[in-house]
């Protein structure tokens, strides 16, 4: 098969991968021009064909298709170098959509989206709340999605006998910065350990251009972090992200960054002097470094606690006024 039909199977298969339910070919080319691919529902019917015979695609009934296990497999595998870059731009592309107003605490948001059994939520909850009180994650105000097949975005279903939590990813800080006109470049995520309560040193790094996953669910998956320690002991292994802003942004910066406060966003943020490199990192001249904790240190510290979660970080756009203070949900 040429390339270039490969490049729409797999754009094809990552559409239906988002959908719980079968879709059909008009909906499938909808969203492939979104994607910057012109296919009429004639030709997508031709692709579909092709998949189905290859059991990448099921077809259910006049409803559409349904992506199959062979065919999640295959978004795996298929064209990583097509892949490098995905997820700085789609840091990019949230970040600028983020409305949040840095006065009146209103507008939107970006959610990390994390499904967890619902006979852990009460045991999760409080872990969580301890992680977020230490300033461990992006705001206190969270969003349980908990009615079973509620649709909380196109294609995003709450499963069965499960809730979706949302919390509030660290992009929207880059968001927001953009917002105010400060030009934010987004380096990597990373492993950043903690002693006597203080960042110490970055020990893991996986830079957003080089890697096509979003590096914090790699390292919560390696299970690299140890929140549960930082949060009796003051000591540990949690999740941050480094970027970089201008020296001539900076002032303007720390007051945006002292202005969310104020309306619930106090997670911790480390802003580095100019030319300076901190934790370990050297930055790029005429810079200062932004290092912020990863929004999934909440969920992290839940999976420490062998608590079952499927994350989907910068998941979805949401309304910073609809999130709650996470003790309201105890």
Do not use: W
Not at 137 to 155: A, L, N, T, V, Y
Not at 190 to 200: A, M, Q, R
Request: charged share 30%.
């Amino acid at each position: 098969m040429n390339k270039d039909i490969e490049r729409k199977v797999i754009a094809i298969l990552e559409i239906l991968s988002n959908y719980t339910e079968p879709i059909g070919a008009n909906t499938i080319s909808e969203k492939l021009l979104e994607k910057g691919i012109e296919l009429s529902d004639r030709a997508v019917r031709y692709h579909l064909k092709i998949m189905d015979e290859r059991g990448l695609t099921k077809v259910v009934g006049k409803k559409g298709r349904l992506i199959t296990e062979k065919g999640r497999e295959e978004i795996k595998k298929a064209l990583v170098a097509d892949k490098l870059g995905f997820i700085i731009s789609k840091i990019e592309n949230l970040a600028y959509q983020v409305t949040l107003d840095k006065s009146t605490g209103k507008g939107t948001v970006i959610l990390n989206l994390s499904v967890i059994p619902k006979k852990d939520l009460k045991k999760a909850l409080n872990i969580m709340k301890d992680i977020l009180k230490k300033g461990y994650g992006i705001s206190e105000k969270i969003i349980i999605f908990d009615e079973e097949e509620e649709e909380i975005s196109p294609g995003v279903f709450v499963p069965e006998k499960s809730v979706i939590i949302g919390t509030v990813c660290s992009v929207t800080i880059h968001g927001i910065l953009i917002k105010n006109g400060i030009p934010v470049s987004a380096k990597f995520a990373g492993v950043l350990e903690v002693k006597e309560n203080e960042p110490i040193r970055f020990l893991e790094a996986i830079t957003y251009n080089g890697s096509t996953l979003d590096p914090l669910e790699i390292f919560i998956k390696s299970r690299m972090t140890s929140l549960s320690s930082v949060v009796k002991r003051g000591e540990g292994k949690v999740l941050a992200t480094f970027r970089e802003i201008p020296n001539s942004a900076r002032e303007d910066a720390q007051n945006i960054i002292e202005m969310l406060k104020d309306i619930g966003i106090k997670g911790k943020i480390y802003l580095g002097k100019p030319n300076q490199e901190i934790f370990g990192i050297p930055v790029t001249q005429e810079t200062s470094a932004l290092v912020i904790v990863g929004g999934l240190n909440p969920i992290a510290g839940i999976i420490e606690a062998n608590i079952e979660a499927e994350n989907k970080a910068m998941s979805i756009l949401y309304n910073y006024e609809q999130l709650q203070p996470i003790k309201e949900y105890l």
